[in-house]
């Protein structure tokens, strides 16, 4: 069973924030040390572009009263984050200060808080999350790995780093740093 498959039954085929039925996919919750089910979310098109950075609906978010309480994790620390971001708003902090998380929640929801974050930007500008699946725009030596990685090449899951000009990823079974002004998103 793919991941969207195992997202779509154990959401009951709805987005897990917002409950919209269209336009379902997977969103990794970073940071992710390896892709399965319980480090995902299955959201709707609204909830994964204002997740990505696209302007806030704040009334869109108003549905995190009923979502922050899922028995799932990855719900809860997508709920927290959210909330974090609409922290100016009053019903947001309000939610945010009935939130109960447990200590391993709590730490993975904050340590993939970026929210003062400088935002990892493709080559067209497009902001790159864990998790995503980037294409090579140009040929890029790789040090010390003795191959070229070819334009065209797709890299699946990439995890961010620290330099927000540079993102990880697997080329060729090797574990490389990418520079994101040489990637797109697919």
Known sequence: MSIEQALTERAGAKCELCAATDNLQGVAVPPIDQVRVDNHILVCQTCKSQIEGAELDTNHWRCLND????????????????LKRLSSETWAQDLLDMLYLDEETSTWAQKGDDSDREPTLDSNGAVL?????????KDLDVKGGGFTAKR????RGISLTDNPK????????VRIVLVAEYLKKA
Do not use: C, K
């Not at 979502?67 to 959210?82: D, H, I, L, T």
């Not at 999350?129 to 725009?137: H, N």
């Not at 540079?166 to 079974?173: A, F, K, L």
């Open 67 to 82: 979502s922050m309480w899922s028995q799932v994790p990855a719900v809860q620390v997508m709920a927290w984050r959210m």
């Open 129 to 137: 999350s864990a998790g995503d699946t980037v294409v090579l725009i």
């Open 152 to 155: 065209g090449t797709a890299v």
């Open 166 to 173: 540079h993102v990880e990823g697997r080329v060729n079974g």
